[in-house]
Antibody, heavy 118, light 106 residues
Framework: EVQLVESGGGLVRPGGSLRLSCEVSGFIVDRYAFHWVRQIPGAGPEWVSIISANGDYIYYADSVKGRFTISRDDAKNSVFLQMSSLRAEDTAVYYC???????????WGQGAVVTVSS | SYDLTQPVSASMALGQTGTITCGGINLQFKIVHWYQQKPGQAPLLIIYWDNKRPSGIPDRFSGSRSGNTATLTISRVQVGDEADYFCQVWDSNVAVFGGGTKLTVL
């Protein structure tokens, strides 16, 4: 069974940092790209970042570029999102997702809540 | 930035067939995917590559596209289909989601 489990969410002050982790299982991890997507309750999802299967292809949404860094450690079956210079508008549920060749986000984790507030 | 337009809400009669649309500039040149999201849950992929269903998704869900509008069709609508529905495409190395359509089953 494909599983993606996020961790590392929490409350952080504006300007602070947080690192989200996503532990995956049930498939061969180095064959897939991964994405982070965030969502404010009541709003549509907002794509944040992608890392390709070999790690060479990385893109970010303009809203997080220069502040967030995506990475992966296939030996640990894990994907990460390092978030710095956090702002109130970064408050959301963050989902780790597995990508598909078609460009869809095929499997989603349960989400990690990030709250940026003083 | 690229925008996808969806109606904010839609209603469908129990047991009947209904549609949800997704529009965008040059959508005819993009691949469209659809997700279903129920309260408190993560989005679930229900249609990919315009009209393909992942394993486990009922054939009551189908996707199509005509010009710059993509359409999600739900046949024999059930109460359990009440959810938010989002379309998604890629544009300039960025995944873009529509604002979502809240489906109510009457």
């Amino acid at each position: 069974e494909v599983q993606l489990v996020e961790s590392g969410g929490g409350l952080v002050r504006p300007g602070g940092s947080l690192r989200l982790s996503c532990e995956v299982s049930g498939f061969i991890v180095d064959r897939y790209a991964f994405h982070w997507v965030r969502q404010i309750p009541g709003a549509g999802p907002e794509w944040v970042s992608i890392i390709s299967a070999n790690g060479d292809y990385i893109y970010y949404a303009d809203s997080v570029k220069g502040r967030f860094t995506i990475s992966r450690d296939d030996a640990k079956n894990s994907v990460f999102l390092q978030m710095s210079s956090l702002r109130a508008e970064d408050t959301a549920v963050y989902y780790c997702t597995r990508g598909h060749a078609s460009g869809c986000l095929e499997h989603w984790g349960q989400g990690a809540v990030v709250t940026v507030s003083s | 930035s690229y925008d996808l337009t969806q109606p904010v809400s839609a209603s469908m009669a129990l047991g009947q067939t209904g549609t949800i649309t997704c529009g965008g500039i040059n959508l005819q040149f993009k691949i469209v995917h659809w997700y279903q999201q129920k309260p408190g849950q993560a989005p679930l992929l229900i249609i990919y590559w315009d009209n393909k269903r992942p394993s486990g998704i009922p054939d009551r869900f189908s996707g199509s596209r005509s010009g710059n509008t993509a359409t999600l069709t739900i046949s024999r609508v059930q109460v359990g289909d009440e959810a938010d529905y989002f379309c998604q495409v890629w544009d300039s190395n960025v995944a873009v989601f529509g604002g979502g359509t809240k489906l109510t089953v009457l």
